[in-house]
């Protein structure tokens, strides 16, 4: 026994140093929507990474180790490190978000904005002509019901608000959140929506009309009238969603779309404040049916408000060509060009509304004056536009601005050849096409005279991961996930000459004294 205790404290310094050996010191730091992960490794030590989430990895770090990662993408790391006498034995580290981050922020506000987006969609749609002439529908089919009025008018608000929310999820389960994602750049689907609004907003101009078969609407309607219950509550919502489908489908249609981008629930959100404003209405006028009376009847302001619908679509559409556009680099709808047909889109609007004032009485002349003066107001704000201004109000819709006095490389090797070349460091711009956080950072960051002269001491590589030219996006993109960990737009990384960074990455912002701090030189 006595052996045997001698034994084990002769082993038991080696068994104790081997349990203390910890060569490898990980840390992580938190930078927007991204993690910078740093390993400083003990002097004589070196480090190999032996898998980074599910990618084989096997190649050896000394002195230190840091890598930027987008933090929906952080991932176990598998490592063991060697010095000249003993190698410790493999390890894994993780790094785990805590506490409410700026990814969150940002993701809390882009949602409230789809959110807002959708509202103003469904407070649109009710003045249309699809929707408006249901009001009159759903204030008989009530006034059958007269008990239970209030309950029956919560459900009706309720199913509608269901519907359309349910439509919004059923699109996020049959795409997914990554071809959603997509869904927002694809060329095919920009120059879709394009053409259905063109051809939409010639309907409202008076050109033709349309409309859905008038047996699916009489059938639904019949149908809801002969049931009882909350099922022909639910069937009376239904037939205002596919009633009013023909106007409200463009709507919907745009707001999706932009949705998508966003997130894995932006669309289900966005069809909820869609839902919300539409419902509302219609919900109170099945409650007091009496307000109906109240309600201005369709005649000449609905051909009014169609007319003007029908600008803000087509100037609306222009949004959805300028991306297929980009991606594609047809040229042509350059900045300018979309500019020009913003201008006569708005002051299309204040010269019709105009010309046809004389014809109305004072207090419509009171409203439309209401609309013609910003109209024209925003058409005159466009000008400037023409030589260069950034109109930051249209950065979101808009091509990109031309950002003059500054060499700009778009291919990543020769920017970083031209940079060891000259012995100036790098600033690289991780963009898109149809990023519109992008069009707004630069309009109102990249285009402050005091950025373009402290940028004038980079090299400037601007890089589009949505470009669907011979496979520049594909590139750009693997470059931005495989070399700097992340997959989100606006992304700006700062190295020296020889490609080192320099500084943690900076995402969105429109605070040019932000990215001046960010800026090294």
């Avoid at 929506?193 to 859905?212: C, D, H, N, P, R």
């Avoid at 990543?412 to 000259?422: I, L, N, S, V």
């Amino acid at each position: 026994m006595k052996r045997l205790l001698v034994i084990l404290l002769a082993f038991l310094p080696f068994v104790v140093h081997a349990q203390m050996v910890q060569p490898v010191h990980w840390s992580g730091e938190e930078v927007g929507d991204s993690v910078r992960l740093t390993a400083q490794i003990d002097s004589g030590w070196h480090m190999t990474i032996i898998e980074f989430g599910d990618r084989a990895y096997e190649q050896e770090f000394s002195d230190s180790f840091a890598v930027v990662i987008a933090k929906s993408e952080l991932c176990p790391i598998r490592f063991n490190a060697c010095d000249d006498r003993m190698c410790t034995a493999p390890e894994t580290w993780s790094y785990s978000v805590s506490g409410p981050t700026a990814e969150r922020s940002n993701s809390a506000r882009g949602l409230l904005m789809i959110f807002l987006f959708g509202m103003l969609g469904g407070l649109l749609a009710i003045f249309t002509p699809c929707v408006w002439p249901i009001i009159p529908m759903t204030v008989s089919f009530f006034l059958k019901r007269t008990d239970k009025g209030a309950l029956n008018a919560v459900l009706y608000g309720l199913s509608i608000i269901v519907l359309y929310v349910g439509l919004g999820l059923l699109v996020t389960l049959l795409f997914g959140a990554s071809a959603l994602n997509d869904l927002s750049t694809n060329a095919i689907v920009n120059i879709f929506f394009f053409l259905l609004l063109v051809v939409f907003a010639l309907s409202f101009f008076g050109l033709f009309e349309i409309t859905l078969p008038d047996s699916w609407s009489t059938a639904l309607d019949s149908k809801a009238r002969s049931t009882g219950g909350f099922l022909s509550i639910l069937l009376m919502a239904f037939t205002l969603v596919i009633v009013s489908f023909s106007c409200t489908g463009p709507i919907i249609g745009t707001l999706l779309v932009e949705a998508a981008g966003h997130s894995l629930l932006a669309p289900a959100i966005g069809m909820l404040g869609f839902a919300i404003a539409l419902a509302l209405p219609f919900s109170l006028f099945a409650m007091f049916p009496q307000w109906l009376k109240t309600a201005p009847k369709s005649g000449d302001w609905m051909t009014s408000f169609k007319v003007v619908l029908a600008f803000l679509e087509l100037a609306l559409s222009l949004k959805f060509l300028s991306v297929a556009d980009l991606a594609y680099g047809w040229g042509i709808l350059p900045r300018w060009l979309f500019l020009v047909l913003w201008i006569i889109c708005f002051a299309g609007i204040g010269i019709y509304l105009l010309w046809k004032i004389r014809e109305v009485s004072l207090t419509r002349k009171i409203i439309r004056l209401v609309v013609i003066i910003p109209s024209f107001a925003f058409a005159a704000y466009l000008v400037p536009g023409l030589w260069g201004a950034p109109v930051k109000a249209v950065s979101a819709f808009a091509p990109p601005m031309e950002i003059q006095g500054r060499e700009v490389f778009y291919d990543y090797e020769e920017g970083m050849t031209y940079a060891r070349q000259t012995g100036k460091p790098v600033v690289i711009d991780f963009t898109g096409y149809g990023c519109v956080n992008c069009r707004k950072m630069e309009a109102f960051v990249l285009a402050d005279e005091r950025v373009k002269a402290r940028l004038e001491n980079y090299v400037f590589i601007e890089l589009y991961v949505d470009d669907k030219r011979e496979g520049i996006g594909d590139k750009n993109s693997r470059i931005q996930r495989e070399q700097f960990g992340a997959n989100a737009q606006p992304f700006f990384v700062q190295l020296d000459a020889n490609g080192q960074p320099i500084a943690e990455p900076m995402v969105f912002t429109t605070k040019p004294e932000q990215f001046l701090n960010w800026l090294r030189y």
